[in-house]
């Protein structure tokens, strides 16, 4: 059997919960000793989970890009372009997912709205 990387998992995970699957997300890749450092939601992975959810059922045709993912050590991180519907320019997000063998244990994201004119020629991506 071939093991997945860090960032195959982390990827994974993400691509599962922004389908509306989170529980599934949780169930096969984190760590009962799950936490994350996101200030709007309480650090346990039920919180985090149920919110992903309830995301995604209100937003339905949710665009979820990953551009690219990065793996170093016990950690990986996805930066990726997240949008709740296609009429929406959305934002940049980075993830950066913390493991203990081959479950997330740790979570943190960032996340950056894509403005209607962006000043940087070389964009958010």
């Not at 309480?42 to 989970?49: R, V």
């Amino acid at each position: 059997m071939i093991q997945k990387s860090k960032k195959e998992i982390a990827t994974e995970f993400l691509i599962l919960c922004a389908k509306g699957k989170s529980q599934e997300a949780f169930v096969k890749f984190a760590d009962n000793k799950f936490k994350h450092h996101n200030a709007y939601f309480k650090g346990d992975a039920e919180t985090l989970m149920l919110a992903m959810e309830e995301s995604a059922k209100e937003n339905p045709n949710k665009i979820f890009e990953i551009k690219r993912a990065l793996e170093d050590g016990d950690l990986a991180a996805v930066h990726s372009h997240i949008r709740q519907n296609p009429q929406e320019l959305g934002a940049a997000v980075i993830h950066i997912f913390r493991f203990e063998a081959d479950k997330i244990v740790e979570l943190w994201d960032f996340g950056q709205p894509v403005p209607k004119n962006i000043i940087n020629e070389n964009g958010l991506f």
